[in-house]
């Protein structure tokens, strides 16, 4: 039992430092690339790069989900789970094959797409790669600790390369290469690893069992379809009805929301292992103080994070971005409270109903919110640009939150009050601080910088002493 423990926090470790890392490599990129190149080139290898996720989406088709899912139940039996391994691979190559045959007929027929079929080309080599690659393997046998290595290593050398060779808005093919090398060279490794590692190799078979394994996947596949649509329409719908300087603006909030979002998500991810195991089991009144004390920790992380972002929107674009992107301060605005709703729906959502099998439930929100997302874009994008992007995300969470909140009622009780006063102080606190700072400071990054400090310092201190330190330990477990 202690060793079973004992390896969930090492996971659980591990995970975190490669969520940090996660965070801290793109901060390094994005500040100096959206400077180099542009608001028009950074827009244009954006807007490629939101075409090239639905391609990789079609390729994925729920694969990974259900592999690691399924494939978990039989690690410790090598010859079946060898056997499926090669079943759902197989799955994986045909649905990549139509995936390619897709991107190249819309290459050929849109000639909207002509100045950016390098890019497209370029892009999309990793789908390839993440099919051959077969990562999901080493989550199923939870191999975090080359998974934290490998993407430390692979991303740093994306990193200096992006730097190194990347000079100015005439390098977007080369942005493009060494923007992706990391996630290819990590699949391209893993095609070893596996083999040699976990002696597991994947090979194509006609026996792939479909009428087994397909409907579960297209279920899967159906829920990430309706994701990626809210999470990626708006992208692609400003690069089609506006421009490439509207996708410029919207990426550089969007992309500051995704980076806190992954940050403040990767306490869930941590703990959702335990909080699955203890709505499987049946375990009632544990997992219901399992999910108050992971609510209750998010709750009391983004209400001041979010008001920290508000506060400070301008100062934070002038920071990775620069004065050529100031405009997008109110779309990050928008979508800094949308963070609040995204990260409630994270758990409600994506760890509960998860867990709870509640796979056709979880599609049906997933499609509600990508249907009012995909209206709501085409009704008012033309006239408020990527504000209104902002604007459909904020909404697509809610709505998520709220069928995430209808679909688990009598299921589980939260005892939230203590956690939302906690955080009703926090964010009191972080106002008044970025409030006074910035009228004694007037340097923008100056008055960031000590107003992280000080909210920082403040907050923890009242933390330290009005947080119960019986949920510290709970939430450690």
């Given at each position: 039992?202690?060793?079973?423990?004992?390896?969930?926090?090492?996971?659980?470790?591990?995970?975190?430092?490669?969520?940090?890392?996660?965070?801290?490599?793109?901060?390094?990129?994005?500040?100096?690339?959206?400077?180099?190149?542009?608001?028009?080139?950074?827009?244009?290898?954006?807007?490629?790069?939101?075409?090239?996720?639905?391609?990789?989406?079609?390729a994925g088709l729920g694969v990974s989900s259900y592999a690691i899912r399924e494939?978990?139940?039989?690690?410790?039996?090598?010859?079946?789970?060898?056997?499926?391994?090669?079943?759902?691979?197989?799955?994986?190559?045909?649905?990549?094959?139509?995936?390619?045959?897709?991107?190249?007929?819309?290459?050929?027929?849109?000639?909207?797409?002509?100045?950016?079929?390098?890019?497209?080309?370029?892009?999309?080599?990793?789908?390839?790669?993440?099919?051959?690659?077969?990562?999901?393997?080493?989550?199923?046998?939870?191999?975090?600790?080359?998974?934290?290595?490998?993407?430390?290593?692979?991303?740093?050398?994306?990193?200096?390369?992006?730097?190194?060779?990347?000079?100015?808005?005439?390098?977007?093919?080369?942005?493009?290469?060494?923007?992706?090398?990391?996630?290819?060279?990590?699949?391209?490794?893993?095609?070893?690893?596996?083999?040699?590692?976990?002696?597991?190799?994947?090979?194509?078979?006609?026996?792939?069992?479909?009428?087994?394994?397909?409907?579960?996947?297209?279920?899967?596949?159906?829920?990430?379809?309706?994701?990626?649509?809210?999470?990626?329409?708006?992208?692609?719908?400003?690069?089609?009805?506006?421009?490439?300087?509207?996708?410029?603006?919207?990426?550089?909030?969007?992309?500051?929301?995704?980076?806190?979002?992954?940050?403040?998500?990767?306490?869930?991810?941590?703990?959702?292992?335990?909080?699955?195991?203890?709505?499987?089991?049946?375990?009632?009144?544990?997992?219901?103080?399992?999910?108050?004390?992971?609510?209750?920790?998010?709750?009391?992380?983004?209400?001041?994070?979010?008001?920290?972002?508000?506060?400070?929107?301008?100062?934070?674009?002038?920071?990775?971005?620069?004065?050529?992107?100031?405009?997008?301060?109110?779309?990050?605005?928008?979508?800094?409270?949308?963070?609040?709703?995204?990260?409630?729906?994270?758990?409600?959502?994506?760890?509960?109903?998860?867990?709870?099998?509640?796979?056709?439930?979880?599609?049906?929100?997933?499609?509600?919110?990508?249907?009012?997302?995909?209206?709501?874009?085409?009704?008012?994008?033309?006239?408020?640009?990527?504000?209104?992007?902002?604007?459909?995300?904020?909404?697509?969470?809610?709505?998520?939150?709220?069928?995430?909140?209808?679909?688990?009622?009598?299921?589980?009780?939260?005892?939230?009050?203590?956690?939302?006063?906690?955080?009703?102080?926090?964010?009191?606190?972080?106002?008044?601080?970025?409030?006074?700072?910035?009228?004694?400071?007037?340097?923008?990054?100056?008055?960031?910088?000590?107003?992280?400090?000080?909210?920082?310092?403040?907050?923890?201190?009242?933390?330290?002493?009005?947080?119960?330190?019986?949920?510290?330990?709970?939430?450690?477990?």
């Amino acid at each position: 039992m202690s060793n079973g423990k004992k390896s969930i926090k090492i996971n659980a470790v591990l995970n975190i430092i490669k969520q940090c890392c996660a965070i801290i490599f793109p901060l390094i990129t994005f500040p100096y690339v959206s400077r180099t190149l542009g608001v028009e080139a950074y827009g244009k290898v954006n807007f490629s790069s939101s075409i090239v996720s639905y391609i990789s989406l079609l390729a994925g088709l729920g694969v990974s989900s259900y592999a690691i899912r399924e494939g978990a139940r039989i690690r410790d039996d090598k010859d079946k789970f060898q056997a499926f391994a090669n079943e759902v691979f197989s799955i994986n190559v045909l649905s990549t094959a139509f995936a390619y045959i897709a991107l190249f007929i819309i290459i050929l027929a849109w000639n909207r797409l002509n100045s950016y079929r390098a890019l497209l080309v370029i892009l999309s080599l990793n789908v390839i790669l993440t099919t051959l690659g077969t990562d999901w393997v080493n989550t199923i046998y939870e191999d975090f600790l080359y998974l934290t290595i490998r993407y430390v290593i692979c991303q740093s050398i994306a990193v200096v390369t992006t730097v190194l060779f990347v000079k100015g808005p005439g390098d977007v093919i080369l942005y493009a290469i060494f923007s992706n090398l990391g996630t290819m060279l990590a699949n391209f490794l893993n095609l070893f690893y596996i083999r040699k590692k976990l002696s597991i190799n994947t090979k194509f078979t006609i026996k792939m069992n479909l009428k087994k394994h397909l409907q579960p996947i297209m279920l899967l596949f159906g829920n990430m379809v309706s994701s990626m649509i809210y999470l990626y329409s708006d992208t692609t719908m400003l690069g089609i009805i506006v421009g490439d300087v509207a996708v410029g603006y919207y990426t550089v909030s969007s992309k500051i929301y995704s980076l806190i979002k992954q940050l403040i998500n990767a306490v869930a991810n941590v703990l959702t292992p335990r909080l699955s195991h203890d709505l499987e089991a049946g375990a009632g009144v544990e997992s219901n103080n399992n999910i108050s004390a992971v609510l209750g920790v998010l709750t009391i992380i983004v209400f001041p994070v979010v008001a920290g972002m508000i506060c400070m929107g301008k100062e934070i674009i002038l920071l990775i971005a620069g004065k050529e992107y100031i405009e997008a301060y109110r779309a990050l605005a928008i979508l800094s409270i949308a963070l609040i709703f995204s990260t409630y729906a994270c758990v409600f959502v994506s760890v509960i109903m998860l867990a709870q099998r509640r796979d056709k439930e979880i599609l049906i929100a997933s499609c509600v919110s990508a249907i009012i997302n995909i209206a709501l874009n085409l009704l008012l994008i033309p006239r408020f640009s990527y504000n209104a992007a902002a604007f459909t995300t904020f909404v697509s969470e809610c709505l998520m939150l709220a069928m995430g909140i209808y679909y688990t009622r009598g299921t589980i009780r939260l005892k939230m009050g203590k956690y939302l006063s906690i955080a009703g102080l926090g964010v009191v606190e972080v106002c008044l601080t970025c409030l006074i700072v910035k009228t004694w400071i007037t340097n923008s990054l100056i008055s960031l910088l000590v107003s992280i400090v000080i909210c920082g310092c403040v907050y923890g201190l009242t933390l330290i002493l009005l947080f119960v330190q019986a949920d510290w330990k709970r939430v450690k477990k």
